[in-house]
């Protein structure tokens, strides 16, 4: 009697080859696609993160900002606050707002901060938000001191300024002409847009905007007739 051997067709294999491969194909694709999420959670999360960390150091800065009044003391320093109306802006103003990081330096809460962008190193046709501080109230309110990077990939950063005097939003602020003469304005609203990918076409990128309301502590309240008093 002839033994029968258990074994497998041609057919059988090439079926069973053809069953592997689509499997290996179905668990590549999915593991591709997961961590293709993955990397956009987190660009989505790095700039959500970092438009976080720009729009809390802007708030700070801003709503302790302040003017001396003794403007015609002999030898005394210069404060203003100046924001220049642009695409993107540019603002510089002192604040109380410094943070001393080592003990023992001639340093106090004052400081000199100016809000300025440059081209993107990084990014064809975006910018970088930057933030020079000089902790050292001087003539000379918008140089010196260093520069750090705040935010990359910025599209637009814009802020406009209440005036507690005519309660009406303005583009731009000087405390040294005679539109707002040594007085600051009564809040601030900033926009910052940056560039994030797109969830739909990972070769793509859309904007995010953030928006923030900043009250300044140190300015006059609104006024709400023109017969109120300014003083308080």
């Keep these: 009697m ?3 051997r258990a074994g497998f067709t ?3 294999v090439v079926v069973s080859l053809a069953v592997l491969a689509l499997i290996g194909t179905l ?3 999915t593991i591709a696609s997961a961590l293709n999420t993955r990397d956009l959670l987190e660009a989505d999360d790095a700039v959500n993160q970092s438009a976080r960390v720009a729009i809390s150091r802007i708030r700070r800065d801003l709503s302790l900002a302040y003017l001396t009044a003794n403007t015609s003391a002999v030898a ?3 404060t203003l606050f100046v924001a220049q109306d642009g695409n993107p802006d540019r603002l510089w103003f002192a604040t109380l707002a410094h943070q001393r990081l080592y003990r023992g330096t001639r340093e106090c809460d004052q400081s000199e901060i100016t809000y300025f962008t440059a081209d993107d190193p990084n990014t064809r046709g975006a910018m970088a938000l930057l933030r020079r ?3 050292r109230i001087d003539q000379a309110p918008e140089r010196d001191g260093p520069i750090e990077p705040l935010a990359y990939n910025v599209t637009t950063f814009d802020v406009r300024f209440l005036d507690p005097i005519s309660n009406e939003w303005k583009d ?3 405390t040294t002409g005679a539109d707002t003469p040594n007085r600051l304005p009564r809040a601030a609203q900033v926009t910052l847009t940056l560039l994030a990918p797109d969830p739909d076409d990972t070769e793509k990128q859309v904007e995010r905007t953030f928006f923030t309301t900043v009250i300044l502590e140190f300015a006059k309240h609104i006024q709400r007739s023109a017969t109120e008093d300014q003083t308080q």
Excluded: A, I, Q, V
């Design 27 to 29: 668990t590549f694709s």
């Design 76 to 78: 005394t320093y210069m």
């Design 172 to 174: 731009e602020w000087d």
């Design 2 to 4: 002839r033994s029968l």
């Design 133 to 135: 501080e000089s902790p």
């Design 10 to 12: 041609l057919l059988e």
